[in-house]
Nanobody, 122 residues
Framework: QVQLVESGGGLVQAGGSLRLSCAASGRTFSDYAMGWFRQAPGKEREFVATISWSGGSTYYVDSVKGRFTISRDNAKNTEYLQMNSLKPEDTAVYYC???????????????WGQGTQVTVSS
């Protein structure tokens, strides 16, 4: 089992920044590719970004490219999502996810975190 705990969400004005963290425990963190997903009210959960086991490869959904940066620190068993130039449409619950296969996709996730709320006001 892998336990994932997100933190760092909150309320921010449009144009602002937030950094989400996802702390992992239970298994060897570097054995897992990681990802971030989000779910807005009334919408399906969608992919945001994913990072490979060592951090050498990343991939983003087009809507966040150039604004969000995914990273990981395997020594700290932690994944991050730096979010800059936030927009109201980024408002959602953000979830971290772990899977042994890269890239991490919505239909194939071994473990999910509980989510953290991000609200961007206009």
């Amino acid at each position: 089992q892998v336990q994932l705990v997100e933190s760092g969400g909150g309320l921010v004005q449009a144009g602002g920044s937030l950094r989400l963290s996802c702390a992992a425990s239970g298994r060897t963190f570097s054995d897992y590719a990681m990802g971030w997903f989000r779910q807005a009210p009334g919408k399906e959960r969608e992919f945001v970004a994913t990072i490979s086991w060592s951090g050498g490869s990343t991939y983003y959904v087009d809507s966040v490219k150039g604004r969000f940066t995914i990273s990981r620190d395997n020594a700290k068993n932690t994944e991050y999502l730096q979010m800059n130039s936030l927009k109201p449409e980024d408002t959602a619950v953000y979830y971290c996810a772990a899977d042994r296969i890269y890239p991490v996709v919505t239909s194939r996730v071994d473990y999910w975190g509980q989510g953290t709320q991000v609200t961007v006001s206009s």
